[in-house]
């Protein structure tokens, strides 16, 4: 039986018209594409998640500027592979330029980068890079600057279900067998492929090889389509940039008091089998979003925190989604974060000087107290269990931190003090 290629493989567009999704970039008229049609290639950087046709667009780049390609790896090549490339440029092999292709350039440090500068600044080469982590953390400086950046974003399912029906055809061109597959079939295919063609091709080209044709007619059911993409919900990974962005957009969630997105971004977390993530942000939001809006929301939540960590997965998903529901529709207050952040302001610009004298331990002057001036005055000694004395150090006497927010818990404890500080 004969190796037949990736169906991936077999379906690369071979033109910019051919690409599926990226019209931000790709459309006719935008400045992307109009840059690329011009003849002249820019040194350019693709950022974006896998399989959403950064290569594919690179390929064809080439293709159409008739350089010598050379497709490098950050994962794999050296600088003796760049040399080589650099040496052809001066040859008649790079008489129309030479263009580097250099796949996942954040595996490249810091000396391999910095071997590109000098012919990548004098256009003896031009270099097309990409990763699928953020450039701006991983590209060094120097080159990140002699470039320009593009984002290549995840697909919209129904790119995706484009591409399976495109292949659906090729596959039956291809084998000369009849491929019926069912459409909700096709759909959970590209749904499930989380905006990465190549991941639904591939689970595509695993069916089309496990189905047995009757009467000359591969059918595909839905029931078949799930057994081979039953791990293929959501991009995640622990420690790329899909990590933070889910985190952020978990927070932002819970902070922005949308319970349904909350719930959605957590389930993407727990099937990823993350545990610790999640609940962190959960007990952060706790202090940060909801803060003394209601101050027992710390409680509940870290107590949903440790029911999860006993419960393991899957049955963590109980309390942590109790708690995403009950932090996303709680009232919020961010006067926490704010009074800290102001005093930790003024700590970093070395205000705050020393203490007022009252406020020193008494333990350390014993009995010249009165002659130093101490003078402290014992709150509960008076009424209300409040008198009024300075606490801040003189330099800052009069500074306010703590401004109260506007929900019912703080605003009663603002009337309370008012009350007694006379202060209405």
Known sequence: MMNKSPLASLLRPESLDDVFGQQQLLARGQ??????????????????????????????????????????????????????????????????????????????????????????????VTLIASTTENPYFYVYNALLSRCTVFEFKALDWEDVLSAVQRAIEKLSESEGVQYSVDADAQEHLARSAG?????????????????????????????????????????????????????????????????????????????????????????????????????QAIAVVNACVQAAEHLGLPEAYLPLTEAAIYLATLPKSNSVVAAYSDASSDVKAGKGKGFPRSMQNVHYDSAEVKDKGQHYLYPHAFENHWVKQQYLPNDLADRQYYIPGDNRTEQAAKAYWDKIKNNK
């Open 195 to 295: 905006g990465d063609v190549r991941r639904a091709l591939n689970a595509l080209d695993f069916l089309s090889v496990a189905v047995t044709p009757v009467d000359n007619v591969k059918h595909i059911s839905l029931d078949q389509v799930k057994q081979v993409t039953s791990m293929a919900y959501g991009r995640y990974d622990k420690e790329g940039d899909e990590h933070f962005d889910l985190a952020s957009a978990l927070m932002k969630s819970l902070r922005g008091s949308d319970p349904d997105a909350a719930v959605h971004y957590l389930a993407r977390f727990l099937e990823a089998g993350d545990i610790i993530t999640p609940s962190r942000r959960l007990l952060c939001s706790a202090c940060e979003d909801i803060g003394l809006a209601h101050p």
């Open 31 to 124: 400045i992307f594409r109009e840059a690329i049609e011009s003849g002249k290639v820019p040194n350019m950087i693709f950022y974006g998640p896998s399989g959403v046709g950064k290569t594919t667009v690179a390929n064809i780049i080439a293709k159409n500027s008739n350089m010598q390609l050379y497709r490098l790896n950050g994962t794999s090549s050296s600088i003796a592979d760049i040399k080589s490339a650099i040496e052809d440029s001066k040859t008649l092999l790079g008489i129309n330029g030479v263009l580097i292709y250099l796949d996942e350039i954040q595996y490249f440090n810091k000396k391999q980068q910095q071997s590109l500068l000098e012919v990548v600044e004098n256009g003896d």
